[in-house]
């Protein structure tokens, strides 16, 4: 069995033009969502509906961007938008994966298996691990 992945490139993208989320929390846009992850924290912006994609479900949050920064979303409160994709998992397992994320030997694979230059964590690959891979890091 595989992890279990989720995502969603356009339902909660921070595009001009998209209208189920915005940069400002209001009365209807008022469920979170990280639009990335970065080096200093998280872009949070706010969708005005939930859906299967909100994942209300502990996951580990991976970043497209630059640097490959990640976030453990322990409690389910974040969506996942269109910058980034999730591993959802218990929260135990999730530590251990955002662990394993950080061995040279992992680093080496994802570095290898990149989609794009400073894209390190490459869904398409990464969503055929077996769902204990960390087991071989840790």
């Not at 998992?89 to 298996?113: C, E, G, Q, V, Y």
Request: proline letters at 3%.
């Amino acid at each position: 069995m595989t992890i279990n992945v989720l995502y969603s490139k356009t339902l909660y993208s921070t595009d001009a033009n998209n209208t189920n989320i915005s940069k400002h929390e209001t009365g209807e846009y008022k469920h979170p969502v990280i639009a990335y992850v970065a080096q200093n924290g998280i872009s949070k912006w706010y969708a005005n509906k939930k859906s299967e994609h909100f994942g209300e479900a502990p996951k580990i949050i991976l970043s497209w961007g630059a640097g490959g920064f990640r976030y453990v979303d322990k409690h389910g409160k974040y969506g996942v938008g269109g910058n980034c994709w999730a591993i959802i998992a218990d929260i135990d397992t999730l530590h251990k994966i955002d662990r394993a994320f950080n061995h040279p030997k992992m680093l080496r694979i994802l570095d290898a298996t990149q989609q794009y230059p400073n894209m390190r964590y490459n869904r398409n690959i990464l969503q055929t691990w077996k769902k204990d891979f960390y087991k071989d890091f840790i």
